[in-house]
């Protein structure tokens, strides 16, 4: 009754005008098999309202399994053609908004790329980047494993996972004014500079994770229930991944050691001293395991950032340009808002060409030469890509991201296909998808 003028028909409609249950089922039992079509999501608890999973059955087998985006489109990448590039930052940074200092750092890399300031970063800026970034990486993992034990029942992983996130985002709002959706990496460097008691709040943080890390492999690792929950389950070799575009933990859980901070490193990831983890078992037990040994690994980076830090103190964090370098040197107002003190008595009370200055360019911004780049780095999910466009003006011609997470809801199928019902769930959350960078 709904078709169009050139749809198949089919041979029964189904309605919701009630009736016996048992006179529905015997009426199709005639037919001889147990395939349904099911929807798990987007209204489904662990697809989070955002994911829609097109299933098709033969009783609790997995036949067929079509993944449905576009419940989440923000349309992130057409509005930042309409911003500065500095401006560009706040909306990158919503993306993954589970891991947003990544967005904000590839992006930024590519627009320094673009303007030939690559090498002019200042190093305590880079070493600010990696500190932020690595201190991410870890509250992301926190919630991929959280979130992924707590849909299969172990709600204790949630409660803890959430328990070391926060002190992260603590340090972030001691460092940039928000504990999301920061805005912090900006073109040319940060925004500002560690706080006063920067250092102090982030060896409290240092010191916190390592008393409570270890919590995580005590619930986990010798649980037979939860390694039994995982192990063989969303299975993906090294071969499948190759030809899926699948990056991160995914692909390293297959044994192959592919991470970009060490093949094709940026902010000099060269010179910190960690390792690649990997994994041999390429099902979700494996991606969990990984992302628990790379909280460690990502602990030890922030300890060699802390050092050098305390060698940096009163270096700049941002370029020395003021034609590119907004903002410039600033610090926090006391509330962790707006500017401080020193910076508006400087430019409202001193300095009219500094008033200026700082109106032109919040207002205009810098323009950037013609030219395209692509800048990839190692997320917590994989290769995330920003291939930026210019025309040669002060806004962007063209910004378009490559998210692991688009390319791993590729894989779906080839991970689920052939399993059970009750084993989607598992492989989905294995993959850690965030459907911001998804639907951008």
Not at 343 to 349: D, L, R, T
Request: hydrophobic share 40%; aromatic share 8%.
């Amino acid at each position: 009754m709904f078709a169009g003028s050139g749809d198949e028909k089919v041979d029964r409609v189904y309605l919701a005008q009630g009736g016996d249950w048992e006179d529905i089922a015997s009426e199709q039992a005639e037919r001889g098999d147990e395939t349904i079509v099911v929807n798990m999501g987007p209204q489904h608890p662990s697809t989070h309202g955002v994911l829609r999973l097109i299933l098709e059955m033969d009783g609790e087998t997995v036949t067929s399994i079509r993944p449905g985006i576009g419940f989440l489109h923000t349309g992130i990448e057409k509005n930042m053609e309409y911003k500065t590039w500095t401006q560009g930052v706040t909306y990158v940074t919503r993306m993954d908004y589970v891991a947003p200092i990544f967005n904000e750092a590839a992006y930024c890399l590519a627009v320094e790329k673009l303007l030939g300031i690559t090498d002019d970063i200042p190093e305590r800026a880079s070493v600010i980047r990696v500190l932020m970034m690595e201190l991410n990486r870890i509250a992301s993992h926190l919630v991929a494993m959280g979130t992924g034990g707590m849909e299969i029942g172990a709600l204790t992983m949630m409660t803890i996972a959430f328990r070391e996130r926060e002190m992260i985002l603590d340090f972030f709002e001691a460092v940039s004014g928000l504990r999301m959706n920061n805005a912090y990496i900006r073109p040319g460097g940060v925004a500002n500079d560690l706080p006063e008691d920067g250092l102090a709040i982030l060896r409290t943080t240092i010191d916190w994770l390592k008393k409570h890390l270890p919590e995580y492999a005590a619930f986990c690792n010798e649980n037979p229930i939860f390694i039994g929950r995982q192990s063989n389950v969303g299975v993906m070799d090294l071969t499948a991944c190759m030809m899926l575009g699948v990056s991160g933990p995914p692909l390293r859980s297959t044994g192959y050691a592919w991470d970009l901070r060490k093949t094709q490193p940026y902010c000099g990831y060269e010179t910190y001293d960690f390792e690649p983890i990997t994994w041999a078992s390429n099902d979700s037990y494996g991606r969990f395991r990984i992302r628990l040994a790379e909280c460690w690994e990502s602990l030890k980076i922030v300890e060699q950032c802390y050092e050098r830090l305390q060698n940096t103190q009163g270096q700049p964090v941002m370029v020395a340009d003021r034609k590119i370098a907004w903002p410039a040197q600033l610090t926090l107002g006391p509330d962790g808002q707006g500017n401080s003190n020193e910076h508006v008595k400087h430019i409202m009370g001193e300095s009219m060409e500094a008033l200026i200055h700082h109106f032109k360019m919040v207002t205009e911004g810098f323009k950037v030469p013609v030219g395209q780049v692509y800048q990839a780095i190692e997320s917590p999910k994989g290769e995330l890509g920003a291939h930026v466009v210019s025309d040669g003006g002060n806004r962007p011609y063209r910004v378009h991201f490559r998210d692991p997470g688009f390319n791993h809801l590729q894989s779906i199928p080839a991970m689920c296909e052939g399993g059970m019902m009750s084993d989607v769930v598992v492989a989905v959350a294995s993959l850690d998808p965030v459907l911001g960078g998804v639907d951008r």
